[in-house]
């Protein structure tokens, strides 16, 4: 059965500081995780993903790590800013090609 | 760029009535999805569609049917509205053709059942 946890619903820190929002995953059938982000009163936005094949992937102030052995991967997001406050899902595909989804964690980022 | 529609932002509805909720996406994409999102349980898949004239049960199905007559529409139908079904509604789709299966979602419909 696949899982996705996130098991901190929520998150806050400092304005220019990381944040650090993790994911742990059961059975995983494409090695392939997506993080999205969603604001309130809007759908969720594609946001950056990692496949098995790397470890960490990178995209400007984003970064994913996976580790395979421990079956968890986190975001990482450096400086953080006002703007990043959303709720972060973490998400894995499916073995119907669906994406499953974990509940989310919401992160403040304080001025 | 993909967009994806919704025809309502926010519906309130009565117990028993009917309901349909209308997404409508303009890229062409094969597959289109319907969840719903309620805090502390993130987004739960009710049903999916690869194809026109094709469904399949997500992870909560019940109390739910959905339409796929057209490649671009792909409506949710609540038969008796129930105030448990008051969430938030997130439609998705996606291309075939893109190795993984990145979602591209609606805005969302807040329904309130009373």
């Known amino acids: 059965d696949q899982q996705v946890k996130q098991n901190s619903p929520s998150l806050s820190v400092q304005e220019g500081r990381i944040s650090i929002l993790n994911c742990d995953y059961t059975n995983s059938m494409f090695d392939y995780f997506l993080w999205y982000k969603k604001y309130p009163a809007e759908g969720p936005t594609f946001l950056i993903s990692i496949s098995s094949i790397k470890d960490k992937n990178e995209d400007g102030r984003f970064t994913v790590f996976l580790n395979k052995s421990a079956k968890h991967l986190s975001l990482h997001i450096v400086p953080s800013q006002p703007g990043d406050s959303a709720v972060y899902f973490c998400a894995e595909i499916g073995s119907q090609g669906n994406l499953i989804f974990g509940k989310g964690t919401k992160l403040s980022v304080k001025p | 760029d993909v967009k994806v529609t919704q025809s309502s932002r926010y519906l309130v509805k009565r117990t028993g009535e009917k309901v349909f909720l209308e997404c409508v996406q303009d890229?062409?994409?094969?597959?289109m999805f319907w969840y719903r999102q309620d805090p502390g349980l993130g987004l739960r898949l009710i049903y999916f569609s690869y194809d026109v004239k094709m469904k399949e049960k997500g992870d909560i199905p019940e109390g739910y049917s959905v339409s796929r007559e057209k490649k671009e529409r792909f409506s949710l139908i609540l038969e008796s509205a129930s105030t448990n079904q008051t969430s938030m509604y997130l439609c998705a789709s996606s291309d075939t053709l893109t190795p993984y299966n990145e979602q591209f979602f609606g805005p969302g419909t807040r329904l309130t059942v009373l």
């Open positions: 890229m062409d994409h094969e597959n």
